[in-house]
């Protein structure tokens, strides 16, 4: 069964920086597409980014390019949002997630993700 735990929250000023982490552990990372979505109080989950099982191809949110970069260490069984330039919209609970890599399939849906860890808690103030 897979497991993610992700790590790095916290609180940040605006225009400040932060590095979130997700560590996967029962099965091998480097067999899953592993991403970040995000949900805000009182709105929908939302898409952040995804990279693949390789770590060559990566997408990302409109709102969230060119200031977030993910990024994976397949020996570590990790996976990284590295954010700057924060906003406080982009208070938020952010969720590590992963997907069976499927060739040539970056998704970018809820639904087509099997495994989610707990959450870490963003807040950005202003």
């Known amino acids: 069964q897979v497991r993610l735990v992700e790590s790095g929250g916290g609180l940040v000023q605006a225009g400040g920086s932060l590095r979130l982490s997700c560590v996967l552990s029962g099965r091998t990372a480097s067999d899953y597409t592993m991403g970040w979505f995000r949900q805000a109080p009182g709105k929908e989950r939302e898409f952040v980014a995804v990279?693949?099982?390789?770590?060559?191809?990566?997408n990302y949110a409109e709102s969230v390019k060119g200031r977030f970069t993910v990024s994976r260490d397949n020996a570590k069984s990790a996976v990284y949002l590295q954010m700057y330039s924060l906003k406080p919209e982009d208070t938020a609970n952010y969720y590590c997630?992963?997907?069976?890599?499927?060739?040539?399939?970056?998704?970018?849906?809820?639904?087509?993700?099997?495994?989610w860890g707990q959450g870490t808690q963003i807040t950005v103030s202003s």
């Open positions: 997630v992963a997907s069976f890599a499927r060739a040539g399939v970056i998704p970018t849906l809820e639904g087509d993700y099997r495994y």
């Open positions: 990279v693949s099982w390789t770590g060559t191809v990566t």
